[in-house]
């Protein structure tokens, strides 16, 4: 509740009033003041009853003191009334209000809750003497809409800095503790443990620009919006942080701040000095094929990607710094991506260790497919060659307790070992994954070295765990044409639908097609050795369809069978599809 300041100016007026009433009582001949009685005695000469039956007709003088007229909504204020009855007796009080709540109205105290709403509302106070005259006050108290700011923090679940041990959740992960301030309006605030955070905007801050600052362990981001300009005009955004490259922290905006920017990458080039992040004009930004230049009005520069995705390379260079080469960052047409960028000087050196930003799939990770690489993403361009000089993890398959210990030596008998780019590196296991097990990896050492010469930080103890899906056999969803079809085009494509990824050669392992066209009586036989003569074969929805478009298109209006007598097919671990063999479809052609 707010404190009641006391108005003396108020309260000395209403004294003042008082005296010039009744002073002017005394040598007035306006009879309003006086009653019919009073005037008869006064010419009798009766004078002494001219006084009291002047201050009879007087009514009460109030005024209600509060400390504002202006307040938030739900907020509760106290009022109190500063009175005088010209005839000295006692009065009585009776409060009103037309918006919110008079939680109290003993006497001349009231005790009043603004609604949750905006509103104008008008607050009285009756005050009635011994003779029934009354006197009443009102004031207006304008009731202010609170405006809402929220951001949600998430976080890429392969990056090692979301430390989550739920098991339920999905990609993305609630940053709790992340810190939310807005430069020069001393607000900050931390996320909850849903990722959010509420900042509450008074009337001042409405309308202006606001650079917001998003901390969380090393990710440090900055970006701009514009507060709402009316009052109540709630507003809210979400960023999504993804494994970042050493000096670049990334994120994923969408909301109101970032809507304008959706497709679009933005970047703030910073120079790191005592603790502050200082802009730094005339940096080149190369994003794919688009490039642009911060300036001294525009310290930060967008630069389109919508014909690039889910990834487009990033490059940052300016003359006497050391530039950011070739770095992978999400871009998606619903979504802006927001990168902070930390450039060192020429011949600045850091103490930061090459670390690991992410690895797929991430701890916990559950349904993982049986022949699903490991992908680690380290944070900055690696020595591949030192990569498995002296390393060593144990392997368990915790449900059925075997455990295999690797060195570098051992890797490559193991699985594949491939390069995305100097800072991914993917294994392939040779064999797959038990399906539907818990398997944990525990790193014991590893010790390598970035491009530039620095050690790995050391992961010794790091552990990592994730569940592996079912391993069913392939099953036929559905056909298309479906049976019996009419107008079906000539060119197809006839397709086939998986319930899992199939092994796109597989299909040429074992396989009889009879096509025939009913009109003519003729039947053509298609198998592994000149399907491809009659059909162009096409994989798709991640090899789960696979369809058939002729070579040449189909006669028209003509009655045609389509046999699947044998299709071998098998998933991605070796099990053949079931559901094919002896299928028939039946279907007409049209004219196109």
């Known amino acids: 509740m707010k404190k009641i300041k006391t108005n003396y100016s108020a309260l000395l007026s209403i004294v003042i009033g008082i005296l010039i009433i009744l002073g002017a009582s005394g040598c007035t001949s306006d009879a309003t ?17 001219d006084i009291a039956s002047t201050t009879a007709t007087l009514i009460p003088i109030i005024n209600i003191l509060l400390d504002s007229t202006r307040v938030n909504t739900g907020e509760e204020i106290n009022l109190r009334i500063e009175a005088v009855d010209p005839s000295g007796g006692t009065l009585d009080y009776a409060w009103s209000a037309n918006e919110g709540t008079l939680v109290r109205a003993d ?11 905006s509103a104008k509302a008008l607050l009285t106070c009756k005050a009635t003497d011994i003779r029934g005259k009354m006197g009443s006050a009102t004031v207006e108290i304008t009731v202010v809409g609170k405006t809402l700011y929220e951001i949600k923090v998430l976080g890429d679940r392969s990056s090692l800095f979301v430390n989550s041990n739920s098991y339920t959740i999905g990609d993305f992960a609630p940053l ?45 981001l900055l970006y701009e919006t514009l507060f709402p300009a009316q009052e109540g005009d709630n507003r809210s955004d979400e960023l999504i942080f993804s494994p970042n490259f050493q ?38 930004v190369n994003a794919g094929t688009e490039s642009g230049y911060t300036d001294m009005n525009n310290l930060r520069v967008a630069v389109s990607a919508q014909r690039f995705g889910p990834e487009i390379s990033l490059s940052l260079s300016k003359p006497g710094y050391q530039t950011i080469e070739n770095t992978s960052v999400p871009v998606a047409s619903s979504y802006a991506t927001i ?24 701890k916990y990770n559950q349904s993982v497919a049986v022949t699903s690489p490991i992908e680690i993403v380290f944070a900055q361009p690696m020595a591949r060659d030192s990569i498995f000089n002296d390393f060593e993890v144990i392997v368990t398959n915790k449900n059925t ?48 070295y970035s491009i530039d ?18 391993d069913p056999v392939p099953m036929v969803t559905s056909f298309v044409p479906v049976n019996g079809s009419s107008n079906v085009r000539r060119n197809g494509p006839f397709a086939i639908n998986f319930d899992v990824p199939i092994n796109p050669n597989s299909i040429y392992d074992d396989l009889s097609i009879e096509l025939v066209n009913k ?6 036989t298609l198998t592994e050795t000149n399907v491809d003569s009659f059909f162009s074969i096409t994989w798709t929805n991640q090899n789960k369809t696979v369809e058939f478009v002729p070579v040449n298109a189909l006669d028209a209006f003509c009655d045609y069978t389509l046999r699947f007598n044998k299709l071998a097919v098998k998933s991605m671990t070796g099990k053949t599809a079931t559901g094919i063999n002896y299928t028939w479809l039946g279907f007409s052609t049209g004219g196109m």
């Not at 701040?257 to 004009?281: D, H, R």
């Not at 990168?339 to 991430?362: C, D, F, H, Q, R």
């Not at 790995?456 to 990592?464: E, T």
């Open 33 to 49: 003041l006086r009653n019919p009685v009073s005037a008869e005695k006064e010419a009798e000469g009766d004078r002494g009853g």
């Open 107 to 117: 006497s001349e105290i009231a005790v009043w809750q603004a609604p949750q709403h």
């Open 176 to 220: 709790g503790g992340a810190k939310i301030e807005v430069e020069g309006m001393d607000i900050s605030q931390l996320t909850d443990t849903a990722g959010k955070a509420v900042l509450s905007l008074d009337s001042e801050k409405l309308g202006k620009n606001a650079k917001i600052r998003v901390s969380y362990q090393n990710w440090d």
């Open 247 to 284: 000096g670049l922290t990334v994120a994923m905006g969408t909301g109101n701040a970032f809507s304008p920017k959706y497709g679009m990458i933005e970047v703030a080039p910073v120079e790191l000095g005592t603790g502050l992040l200082t802009a730094i004009p005339e940096v080149c």
């Open 339 to 362: 990168v902070l960028a930390k450039m060192l000087k020429n011949g600045a050196s850091t103490t930061i260790e090459p670390s690991i930003s992410a690895i797929k799939p991430y």
């Open 401 to 448: 307790n075997e455990i295999v210990g690797l060195n570098g030596s051992d890797i490559s008998k193991k699985a594949t070992i491939e390069w995305k780019n100097d800072t991914t590196l993917v294994l392939r296991p040779i064999n797959s994954f038990t399906s539907q097990s818990i398997y944990s990896f525990n790193i014991k050492k590893w010790n390598a």
């Open 453 to 470: 010469g620095r050690k790995l930080k050391s992961y010794a103890g790091l552990y990592h765990e994730f569940t592996t899906a079912s």
């Open 519 to 524: 009109d003519i009586n003729s039947t053509t």
